[in-house]
């Protein structure tokens, strides 16, 4: 069965103290990966899409990485407005339609 | 910007009353989404439709129902709601060939 995980499912950082969120996944054939980012209350906001490992994308102090098992949102020195929930996703086509199928978030705490 | 609405930001019900949940996107989009997000559960989809009239299951389908006349505008109808289906309920939509979604504010519904 086709599934992602994310860990941890809490992170709570220093600002300033960079680390990474995990997004594993077993699936039969990965047809891109997704990172959203989501603030209490609000819909989901995109932040990236890999397609292919070794794949990289930036922005800000955000790095997405993409393995042929994984992928790995780094942040590099976050500050408190970093604070979210970080959702991964990979794309179903067990449909007529491509969709996503969500892992369960990290929910990241930035204190200052 | 692509810019998806959602009829509510909170939504109050008694158990047994028709609920209507509207969203509407201004981007042409053909593809859109009704999710539910629950703590512990994540995003789960409940219906999708890629083109005006058609509609298509989800993975939690039961109790609800969806229409969409029109390209803009997707709304999902719970017949008779009842206290499970207390929720955050998102909207999203994305264009054919790109497979990233972009999500609404979402819709806090309780059922009392």
């Known amino acids: 069965e086709d599934q992602v995980t994310q860990s941890p499912e809490a992170l709570r950082l220093q600002e300033g103290e960079s680390s990474s969120l995990n997004c594993s996944y077993t699936?039969?054939?990965?047809?891109?990966l997704f990172w959203y980012r989501q603030d209490p209350g609000k819909g989901p906001e995109f932040l990236f899409t890999?397609?292919?490992a070794g794949e990289e994308k930036e922005k800000e102090r955000l790095k997405a990485t993409l393995t042929k098992k994984e992928s790995f949102l780094h942040i590099t020195a976050p500050k408190p407005e970093d604070s979210a929930t970080y959702l991964c996703?990979?794309?179903?086509?067990?449909?007529?339609?491509?969709?996503?199928?969500f892992g369960k978030g990290t929910k990241l705490s930035v204190k200052p | 910007d692509v810019k998806v609405t959602q009829s509510s930001r909170y939504l109050v019900k008694r158990t047994g009353e028709k609920v209507f949940l509207e969203c509407v996107q201004d981007?042409?989009?053909?593809?859109m989404f009704w999710y539910r997000q629950d703590p512990g559960l994540g995003l789960r989809l409940i219906y999708f439709?890629?083109?005006?009239?058609?509609?298509e299951k989800g993975d939690i389908p039961e109790g609800y129902s969806v229409s969409r006349e029109k390209k803009e505008r997707f709304s999902l109808i719970l017949e008779s709601a009842s206290t499970n289906q207390t929720s955050m309920y998102l909207c999203?939509?994305?264009?054919?060939?790109?497979?990233?979604?972009?999500f609404g504010p979402g819709t806090r519904l309780t059922v009392l």
């Open positions: 999203a939509s994305r264009t054919s060939g790109i497979n990233e979604q972009f």
């Open positions: 699936v039969s054939g990965l047809r891109g």
């Open positions: 890999l397609y292919s």
């Open positions: 996703a990979f794309l179903n086509y067990g449909g007529s339609q491509g969709n996503l199928i």
């Open positions: 981007m042409d989009h053909e593809n």
């Open positions: 439709s890629y083109d005006v009239k058609m509609k």
